[in-house]
């Protein structure tokens, strides 16, 4: 049985195709999809994968993603593939890309830092400096943040 | 751009330029030469945490090179009432041609300098980067080694929280400098700042003990264990003085080896090695001075003549 068919096909909504094993639920959170409301989410985790040995997919109806989704996407699932489905057909095919700065999408944990004086008129800002390993780091005061305490910090 | 925020904003031919341009000026600095290379400009020293060689030895640069400048602290000013940095900042842009400044918070160089129009040196933001000391420090060693090149230098003391180390340790290795890093366990060096300098190719050794470290050194980089910047006293206490080079422990040391502290200093240094020649720190507190008139002169584009007279 193809992976993609372990959950059944949805009618309007999206595919993301090719998460990292095991950070499913991760991408639910960085997403935003609220799981308290209707809206139906199909998971398959850890499924065989050519590209990536193991992955993650996750169908979500009724909802396309844009491309503030996709930047935060990218923190966690850089090499995910996104299916726009529209009446039960592919109507988009989209690609995530890590940008070099990440503007309002996670918070710096550093309590020192300038961005927790909560009355400056400022963006959060991130910096990627390595994509491989990935690192990112806080633009303004340069503390780096591992992925389980980023992704605690999504706007 | 005349920004100086992080060591970043400075190629390595930009820091030898600009320590060039500080020799020449040395004459200027001490007050020998009359060279009003900044006339009509206008420095504004913006201190929200306090200072004293910093902002004065900004204020002499300013003033020795006919510019003037105008001194903000945050007590009894608008900050007191509340007003935002980015606030200040709009104001001080429209008062000012230039402006330094020093934040308790993290990133408020940076935040200010993408706030503003005018030219923004950090001198010095919570225990990130403190640019314009860096510049005197490696000054003050090219002074007594004649390069900058493959020394070998110490740091000591506080590495985690003592900006002045995580800026100028970068801007070492960018000339292949081999670091060793001596601190109690509890004052390690940011890990993100020890990646970066191996990513250099640097050699970088940590370290707990100063034991064995002094004979191999060019250069012994010490600092103060800051206690304000502990949350508590017992954690103080239990790293307190832990360091102290006296006059005695330097038998062994290399020839022309130099000893630094950004200053003040507590009773890290004994007044014992003052009069040794390995001491450095009051030149190094001077050097402040022709340092950060080449950087206020570059800042704002104002070329140094290549003879001053």
Same mark, same amino acid.
């Given at each position: ?155 | ?43 504004? /020293?913006?201190? +929200? ?8 030895? +900004? ?11 105008? /001194? +903000? ?48 040196? /950090? ?51 960018? +000339? ?134």
């Amino acid at each position: 049985m193809s992976e993609m068919r372990r959950v059944t096909a949805i009618r309007n909504g999206t595919v993301v195709d090719h998460i990292p094993s095991g950070y499913a639920m991760q991408v639910i959170r960085i997403l935003r999809i609220n799981t308290d409301r209707a809206t139906p989410v199909s998971l398959v985790m850890n499924v065989p994968s050519d590209k990536l040995g193991r992955k993650d997919v996750l169908k979500i109806e009724d909802r396309e993603l844009d491309q503030e989704d996709l930047d935060r996407l990218a923190l966690i699932a850089p090499a995910a593939s996104i299916a726009i489905i529209r009446n039960h057909a592919v109507a988009e095919k989209m690609r995530v890309e890590l940008r070099d700065n990440l503007v309002n999408i996670a918070k710096c944990s550093f309590p020192n830092c300038i961005t927790k004086s909560n009355r400056e008129p400022l963006p959060q800002r991130m910096k990627v400096v390595s994509r491989e390993p990935l690192e990112i780091r806080c633009y303004y005061c340069g503390r780096g943040q591992e992925m389980d305490e980023l992704i605690e910090n999504i706007i | 751009m005349g920004n100086l925020v992080t060591m970043d904003d400075l190629t390595n031919d930009d820091i030898v330029s600009v320590l060039d341009d500080a020799e020449r000026l040395l004459p200027v600095a001490k007050g020998d030469i009359v060279l009003p290379l900044l006339q009509g400009k206008v420095l504004a /020293n913006m201190f +929200f945490e306090n200072s004293t060689r910093t902002r004065m030895s +900004f204020e002499t640069a300013m003033k020795r090179l006919g510019g003037s400048v105008l /001194n +903000f602290s945050s007590v009894g000013t608008s900050v007191s009432k509340g007003e935002t940095l980015y606030d200040t900042m709009q104001m001080i842009d429209g008062y000012a041609d230039i402006a330094a400044i020093r934040h308790p918070r993290q990133g408020a160089a940076q935040y200010s300098a993408d706030a503003v129009g005018i030219p923004i040196l /950090n001198a010095g933001d919570g225990a990130g980067n403190h640019p314009t000391q860096t510049m005197l420090d490696l000054f003050t060693i090219r002074q007594a080694h004649g390069t900058l090149e493959g020394l070998n230098v110490v740091l000591v003391g506080d590495l985690r929280y003592g900006r002045t180390v995580h800026s100028l340790s970068h801007a070492l290795v960018r +000339f292949g400098a081999s670091l060793t890093l001596v601190s109690p366990s509890s004052l390690k060096m940011p890990v993100e700042i020890v990646s970066d300098l191996k990513s250099h190719g640097a050699e970088v050794t940590e370290k707990e003990s100063l034991d064995g470290q002094i004979s191999n050194a060019d250069v012994i980089y010490m600092t103060r264990i800051q206690k304000e910047r502990f949350p508590d006293e017992e954690e103080y206490a239990k790293v307190a003085g832990i360091y102290r080079i006296e006059a005695s422990s330097l038998v062994g040391a290399k020839k022309g080896m130099i000893i630094m502290h950004p200053l003040p200093r507590v009773d890290e240094i004994a007044p014992s090695v003052d009069s040794t020649e390995f001491a450095k720190y009051f030149q190094q507190a001077f050097n402040g001075v022709p340092t950060r008139m080449a950087l206020l002169c570059r800042s704002l584009g104002v070329e140094v003549p290549k003879k001053v007279k």
